[in-house]
């Protein structure tokens, strides 16, 4: 068994094929009624500019959707890269055998039907780890959708429509996804057609049999194209491999959990065959691991922009400015409850604000009042991010004059230069934030409290980024700067 | 003082004038530019459908709008009903002491700079409120946009736009909102735009001198056009008239409060100058008056529909059902933490879902599979909705055919014909959900955390209603069904 271990390993990044085949068999793709297959197919086909080859296997050996067809891998000419088997369970190790004897080293088995689907299937899926172990091939899956990849418009996503294909990859971005799930990498992907930041790649993982969440949290680190690493997670079956890898990444890594409760955990169970974990012991493997974990599937769409858009928030003390005086009162109350500080400004600086001319209130959180100029934004946006008293920016302007969205285009680059962020939201209903953000692109928050969310993350993600390097560089005096931080209420 | 306090009760529920003037003056209404007065005059005139007569109040006299102008309120022929002044706050003493020469009964002060603006403001405020008491003049602010009525088309809330203002009007709803602040109302009016329940009244109270958040929920108690109601308070002056008022309310009451926090509190003083209320008073008043606090200004726009759309859910027992098995187990955590349960299945029940064809898992969460014909959903629907295993439903279908929006258009029906409500969620980004709801007209909520908490809020009220059913016809046993169920959890 420990042989056949190592015999794995020693193919170290090999995962990488999943992400760039130069060639791809689609295994059960068929001409037939509703053949999920052939939609593979006609996928890299017909709406991707994907320049691998594309064969189909299919009992009649027919071409699917413009894809060379045969009647088994071991008959397509040259060397086949990857196998997308997409057929009855009961099949699937029939197959597995047979990419073994083409060579193949790298499988994704979408079929259902496996460790979450009974006994038969956890014999099934006992043969297939057999087979793969034997010829050394790596599996990822089963009951999954594989991987989408914006950079190269490699899918094998099947169902997938040509006008979310194409809005999905349309401008491939920096945040790349390991999900458990199908039905929520849509929702995310749908999500970020709209938003600042777009999606790398995607990776539905499934059963895991193989590959899991941190073989692939290994790869998105070593992926230069990735900036942000988000996770959906029903399960985790090999908690000190997880924490390794994610212990070593300093690219922000956003997990959410299913199964906090004894009825999720449930629920998960039959849906992706995990044991029902328990969540306390995640939790802690998050907090060890630097991993930030996130209270929704929206959260893992909505955030990663503060950490793309926007420097790392560096300090607890925010100051907020609006034009609308309740939102003072609401993101004051959402600040104090995430563990961030509203920013005491001294006489000096309330002074500087007072000069620039219609300040209704100068203490945090300002008052801007209904009207301001151009300028008037400018040298608000100085005085307070130049403000050693402030470490970062909660601004709520109302969007009443298109100046406005103007300035905070304006605000976005002295965030940068004075390497300070601000979480933006303007009061508006989500549809109109939403056209706005994507018409503009500027970072925009749907609410004040996701605006609030993504400061508490950017500092999370901070204090994290203090710890790692201070275990980078050992020191004698074990109680650092970042470990008093971290029970000051943040993380 | 006691004589002055009974003179304002006796005049009873004359606030009706606020909502339905027949004569209205706009006070401090000029061709000036950026006048806000003008912009009131400009909508009433120009947008509104409003059948009033509506004049401008002015030094020069002139005409704004197509609105009569006049240089005193004295100078008007015929009655004024109500006087809404728009001024510097230094003058506003002076034009009240003249409405109430003119004999006008009702007056929206719209003017800022009074108890939230220091000692001089305070010392007006004392100068305004004297001359009321002695007239008998009801006040509404100052500092607020006082009333939009969607019935009759009267607005005095300034600087609207054209297209907001048709928007807001154009379909009138039964959802009415008191609200302490201007910017919030306006995210919630352009919210509602795009949803299934429209609003119907909006009043912003602000500073509050006189009419007060108590006085509008008596009066949108006794409005027959209001379903539901929506607060949002900064901050409690007469903490029993506000419990005495909402008491005896069966319609649903839905409050946020700012101020949870010292911080909030602070920063919601310098706004609409309320006291810093103890947020663990506000709870408690919440609770025995039956109101239900929420979380956020959103949900004062997404939870409505579950009143107006819906028949109350009367036990805690959910099935959920969904073709994403991800959100079985998401909606299963949010469940459990709402207080609500997931329903336990017989195997009776099960049998008959097993009999209606293509169910991956019929046991709780029912994993639909990914592709269902009409009548399955019918099937489904029937068998969950006529269980008395089952209390309420949370279906979370794709949206993958058209035909799926029409099952959720038979499962509205469905769900008053058995008396049991659906909080339906459709796993899609938030945009594509509001321009679904929107075009088709169907009560989906944004998220999964939403659709749970509008069950949890359903749920909720319907134990009120419960306990107020109880307090009107006293019973020997003071331990009522109701009274355990409150702290199972829910509430």
Chains 1, 2 share one sequence.
């Not at 194409?166 to 999900?179: D, K, L, N, R, W």
């Not at 992706?272 to 306390?280: I, K, L, P, R, V």
């Not at 012991?281 to 955030?303: D, K, M, T, W, Y």
């Not at 104090?336 to 959180?365: C, H, W, Y």
Request: proline letters at 5%; charged letters at 20%.
């Amino acid at each position: 068994m420990a042989v056949e271990v190592i015999t794995i390993k020693d193919k170290g990044d090999s995962v990488d094929t999943f992400f760039d085949p130069e060639s791809v068999a689609i295994i059960g793709a068929s001409n037939s009624p509703f053949n999920l297959g052939a939609t593979i197919c006609r996928t890299l086909h017909e709406f991707s500019s994907f320049d691998g080859r594309v064969y189909a296997v299919n009992r009649k050996g027919e071409a699917v959707h413009g894809c060379e067809g045969f009647v088994s891998v071991t008959d397509i000419p040259g060397d086949v890269d990857l196998a997308v088997i997409i057929t009855p369970a009961d099949v699937v190790p029939f197959f597995v055998k047979q990419c073994g004897e083409k060579g193949i080293g790298h499988i994704v088995i979408e079929s259902a039907g496996f460790s979450e689907g009974g006994e038969s299937g956890r014999t099934m899926q006992k043969e297939i780890d057999e087979t793969a172990r034997e010829q050394g091939i790596r599996i990822m899956g089963p009951n999954c959708l594989g991987v989408l990849n914006a950079r190269n418009q490699f899918c094998c996503f099947y169902g997938i429509f040509e006008d979310s294909f194409e809005a999905f990859m349309s401008e491939p971005g920096t945040v790349s996804y390991i999900i458990q799930s199908g039905g929520v990498v849509a929702v995310i992907l749908e999500s970020l057609v709209k938003d600042v930041v777009k999606v790398n790649k995607a990776i539905s993982i499934g059963n895991k049999s193989d590959v899991d969440e941190a073989d692939m949290i290994e790869y998105l680190d070593r992926d230069d194209t990735t900036e942000v690493i988000g996770m959906y997670l029903e399960n985790i079956q090999q908690g000190r491999k997880f924490l390794d890898a994610a212990r070593g990444v300093r690219k922000p890594i956003l997990a959410f959990k299913v199964g906090r409760t004894d009825e999720g955990a449930l629920a998960a169970q039959s849906h992706t065959a995990g044991m029902a974990n328990n969540d306390a012991i995640f939790e802690g493997v998050c907090r060890q691991a630097g991993i930030i974990r996130v209270n929704s599937i929206s959260e893992l769409h909505s955030l990663p922009k503060i950490f793309t858009s926007m420097p790392p928030l560096r300090g607890p003390r925010i100051a907020v400015f609006t034009n609308s005086g309740a939102f003072g009162g609401i993101t004051a109350d959402l600040l104090v409850d995430a563990g961030l500080e509203m920013a005491r400004l001294s006489p000096e600086t309330q002074e500087k604000l007072s000069r620039t001319g219609q300040i209704f209130n100068v203490s945090n959180p300002i008052d801007l009042g209904p009207a301001l100029s151009m300028q008037t934004f400018m040298d608000i946006f100085d005085i307070l991010l130049s403000s050693d008293e402030v470490d970062g920016l909660l601004p709520i302007p109302s969007l009443w004059h298109p100046m406005i969205i103007d300035a905070i285009g304006e605000l976005v680059k002295k965030c940068h230069h004075y390497r300070k962020p601000a979480a933006i939201y303007t009061p508006n209903a989500v549809y109109r934030t939403v056209s706005y953000r994507n018409e503009y692109q500027v970072p925009l928050f749907e609410s004040p409290e996701e605006a609030v969310r993504a400061l508490q993350v950017s500092y999370q993600h901070y204090l994290y980024s203090l710890r790692k390097d201070a275990e980078s560089y050992p020191v004698c005096n074990g109680e650092s700067a970042w470990n008093g931080k971290l029970h000051q209420g943040v993380a």
